[in-house]
Structures are given as C-alpha cells and as structure tokens.
C-alpha cells in the first residue's frame, strides 16, 4: 500500500535525465554546440564535496562539457569574484554554479550577482528571481523546478488545487510559490511563526514542505487525499548506534497514511534537483545561441 503511494524521484529523473541527454546530442549534431556547465567549489566541506561530485558525473552523462573549480577555503571574495568573471567571459560556459554554503570570509549575495543572469543555472540573481516573479521566463531554480514537474506528472493539471507552501526561503519557498501561481493554483505560503499552522496545512491538496526541521510536520496536519512533496533533508541519529539517517520535514510514517502520494526522503526530490540543473544547463546554451529551448 506504502509503494503505491510513493512519487518515486528517482524514476522521474532518470526519464528527465534521458530527454536532456538526447536534446544534448541533437543540439550537437545540429549545431556543433556542446553545452558546458562549471561549478565552483571553495573549501572541503564533505556534504558539498559529494554534491559537486554527483552533479559533475551527471554532466558527462548527459553528453555535456564539466569543468569544475575546486578553491581553497581560505579563498579570498577578490578571489572567488575573479573566477566568476573569468568563467562569465568564457563562451565554452553556459552555466555557472557556485556551491553554496560559502565560507564566512565571502558575502553569498556578492557572489551571486556577480554571476552572468544568463548563465546562472542556479536561478538565484536578482534578474532572474524578477523574471520569475513577472512571469517572463529566466532561470528557475533547480529545486522548486523538479517539484513542479513531479506533481504535474502524478495530477496532471493544477489549475485550481489549493496548495500550500510551508517555507519562506529565496532558493525554494518563494519560487515555489511563483511556480504553482503559474500554474494556477490557489497559494498560501506559511512559515514556522504562522498562527495555527496545522490548520494551514491541513487546507492543502498539495503541501509542500521546505522548512528544514526535521518531521515537523505531523501525519494529522495533511488532508486525507492530497499531495504532499517534501523538500527537506536532514540528518538525525538512527535507531542504530552511533549511526545517522537522513529524513525529511515530515514525519512520513504518519503522513503517509494521510496522503494519496508523497514523495520520501532520500530518493524524491533530490535526484530532480540535480535532473534539472541539466535541464537549465542546456536551456542556457540554447537561449545563449538563439535557438529556442527544447519542451522537455
């Protein structure tokens, strides 16, 4: 009954993954263009080391050019900033991704705007977040982006549905929020200080939850029947040990007796993130190039 009801991200991803690839080889075939995304990685944090690692594989995968820049952690801002500008003027880049977090020595927004809008596959400079918000296109941030495709593919049209976001951030809540208005849906954004958030939740045919706490959001807050996609990962002491877990912002042993689909944690949202850093990757080259961007 449980495997029934899960969105498997996984799945989705791996089809996203193969449509990116074979428009990838086309663009190639047709155009000689080989799209090319660099990352930048400054210091040695573990989680974001295996983050970029993943994403670089996926790059070749997917027939792409993948150029990283691994950067000490006591890399000055001057520093970092001239690598940005570097990789803006190069015309072998049509993606820029800076790992985030930063080290404290480095302003996040600095960085940020210093990224060409044309070529932040990351979709977080200012221009882009305006685009996103007038509904004029841009780059969509990777996260709210893989959301939207995996509920459009498990109810088909949103036009109507009450949806909630429970989460306030730049990288997910908001553009979220914007995403699911495009798709016509009736939008409530709440946040961990909303009065009588249970209640809020309780209202959703989709929940959405990007808080990052840890199961916060409890079995008896969802509606019988609705969609629940949960963006959160974090990392909890196992039953076992001396061992960790990852889970999510929802307590899914409870929510999934509520819900009609729910994505678990790890293996739902996650692999769509990075499925559509491919996807921004190769609509940059195109955009980059005149040439208009596939419908995949």
Not at 48 to 67: C, D, F, H, P
Not at 110 to 116: G, L, P
Not at 233 to 262: M, P, Q, W, Y
Request: hydrophobic share 40%; proline share 6%.
């Amino acid at each position: 009954m449980i495997a029934e009801k899960l969105i498997d991200g996984k799945r989705f991803a791996a089809s996203l993954r193969k449509r990116i690839a074979a428009e990838t080889n086309r663009l190639r075939e047709t155009y000689g263009i080989v799209p090319g995304l660099a990352t930048i990685l400054v210091g040695e944090d573990p989680a974001s080391q295996v983050y970029i690692r993943n994403k670089n594989k996926q790059t070749v995968e997917a027939g792409m050019l993948s150029l990283g820049e691994d950067l000490p952690g006591n890399t000055s801002e001057a520093d970092l900033l001239a690598t940005i500008k570097k990789l803006n003027a190069d015309p072998s880049v049509n993606g820029i991704l800076v790992q985030l977090p930063l080290p404290n020595q480095i302003s996040q927004n600095s960085v940020i705007d210093a990224i060409d809008p044309a070529k932040d596959v990351d979709g977080f400079h200012l221009r882009n977040v305006g685009l996103l918000s007038a509904g004029r296109g841009g780059m969509v941030p990777c996260t709210p982006l893989g959301c939207r495709i995996l509920l459009k593919e498990c109810l088909g049209d949103l036009t109507g549905l009450k949806a909630v976001v429970v989460g306030r951030s730049n990288i997910v809540g908001k553009p979220m929020a914007q995403l699911l208005l495009e798709s016509n849906c009736t939008v409530t954004i709440a946040h961990s200080r909303s009065n009588n958030l249970p209640a809020i939740c309780r209202d959703a045919d989709i929940l959405i939850a990007a808080i990052g706490q840890p199961r916060m959001i409890k079995g008896d807050w969802i509606k019988k029947g609705a969609t629940v996609i949960d963006v959160g990962i974090n990392r909890v002491s196992s039953k076992e040990k001396g061992k960790t877990c990852l889970v999510g912002d929802v307590a899914f042993e409870e929510a999934v007796e509520h819900a009609k689909a729910i994505t678990p944690v790890p293996g739902g949202v996650g692999p769509m993130t990075i499925a559509c850093l491919m996807h921004n990757t190769l609509v940059a080259a195109c955009r980059q190039n005149g040439i208009d961007p596939p419908d995949i």
